[in-house]
């Protein structure tokens, strides 16, 4: 949170002089709640059990480099990515712990991964194939993590297949068998199936080690695992959502209190202006004023990941009272209603609008956002594009990603 957003009042609307985004809309990151959700991921893990940071989809949002580094320094121990391409933009970034991609990478990709020191998962002998030529090419050795499907259904070998394949995977010399994991289903709202994937896993890891076979990494946790099935812990923990001081779901698996939201989104006003009874809003005059109004122009559109149909964000904060949309969000601005802000507090240019986070004595949340789409507070967070500045801050201090 910013020195500013702390010292908030009616009379001050403007950001201070150390907030200069490129945009007049900006995220902002506070590393300082960062810091404080590693730290109490760490306290539920037992000594030796390490955490791997899950920093895809560009840190669910967050920026991943900033996101990258400030977990890093706080106690993290390595991090997770979808792709490739993710985990080459953090090594470019001169972050050198292990990264895995758990997704799939292509066999024509193998070169770069093995040349950026990439962890790959891997699931069928093909993509085996196609690494060991890479990492023999480069007279290197190339770490994979293998995935079991224990009943997600999407990416793994089932478990009666793991056996066999650790065995040939022993023939590739230029491939090292680091990990084994699987991925929970419905760990944040049926802990029942849950236990029984990790039954199946567990089951597993006891008769590869029987057999010599285990890797020395395995893992299940995810978020919502990691507070509610201890259990599952074993060497790794993978913690995205956790991360970001975001519940895994509301109701099923909660963050305690400890836990704080890292992320902001904010714009300024761009115009004020009145309407009288009979003007219309925004493409296609689907909203008619029916008496004078007082509205703003915001500089937020569908193009920055604030959706025009089927749903729409609802209201967003001025001067911490909610301001409703109206008409149709454009791709690069949306007009909202401030007729009864303005009664009692002039709403300029250059005023602060919040679109998630605390504003005054409000706040509004990525998970009352998710609600008002018909989504999750992931997809609120993940679907903020590129263009949107992330300002990392921690007290009056930020650095642009």
Not at 127 to 152: D, Y
Not at 280 to 288: A, D, L, W
Request: glycine residues 8%; hydrophobic residues 45%; aromatic residues 6%.
């Amino acid at each position: 949170m910013s020195e500013w957003t702390q010292k908030w009042t009616p009379e001050r609307t403007q950001p201070p002089d150390t907030i200069r985004p490129g945009r007049p809309t900006w995220i902002e990151v506070d590393r300082s709640a960062l810091v404080d959700n590693v730290r109490a991921i760490r306290r539920r893990l037992a000594p030796g059990c390490r955490l791997m940071a899950v920093v895809k989809a560009n840190a669910y949002g967050h920026g991943a480099v900033g996101v990258a580094e400030t977990v890093l320094a706080a106690g993290a121990d390595r991090l997770a990515v979808a792709t490739l391409a993710e985990a080459v933009e953090l090594r470019q970034a001169s972050i050198g712990v292990p990264i895995q991609v758990l997704g799939y990478t292509p066999g024509r990709q193998m070169a770069e991964a093995v040349r950026r020191r990439v962890t790959v998962t891997v699931f069928d002998l093909e993509t085996v194939q196609a690494l060991s030529a890479a990492a023999r090419e480069a007279a290197q050795t190339a770490q994979v993590h293998v995935k079991v499907n224990t009943g997600m259904n999407r990416l793994g070998l089932p478990p009666q297949a793991m056996a066999e394949f650790l065995t040939m995977l022993h023939d590739f010399a230029a491939v090292r068998v680091e990990g084994i994991f699987t991925h929970f289903a419905t760990s944040d709202v049926d802990r029942d199936f849950a236990r029984v994937q990790f039954a199946r896993f567990a089951a597993l890891l006891d008769q590869l080690a029987q057999a010599g076979l285990r890797p020395p990494l395995a893992h299940a946790a995810n978020s919502a695992a990691m507070l509610t099935l201890p259990e599952t812990h074993l060497d790794m923990v993978r913690c995205g959502i956790a991360l970001y001081g975001l519940d895994p779901d509301v109701e099923g698996a909660p963050l305690p209190p400890e836990f704080r939201p890292a992320l902001s989104w904010k714009a300024q006003v761009a115009q004020v202006s009145f309407l009288q009874p009979g003007d219309g809003v925004s493409y296609g005059r689907e909203f008619i004023a029916t008496a004078p109004m007082t509205v703003a122009v915001i500089p937020v559109g569908y193009a920055d990941g604030f959706p025009r149909r089927p749903f729409t964000w609802g209201s967003v904060l001025i001067h911490g009272e909610p301001a409703p949309l109206l008409g149709r969000v454009c791709m690069d601005q949306c007009v909202v209603d401030v007729t009864a802000i303005a009664a009692s507090t002039p709403v300029r240019q250059g005023d602060e609008v919040v679109l998630i986070g605390r504003q005054g004595e409000r706040e509004l949340a990525a998970a009352e956002v998710g609600r008002r789409l018909g989504t999750i507070n992931y997809d609120v967070v993940s679907r903020i594009l590129g263009r949107v500045p992330r300002l990392f801050v921690n007290g009056c201090h930020e650095q642009r990603s």
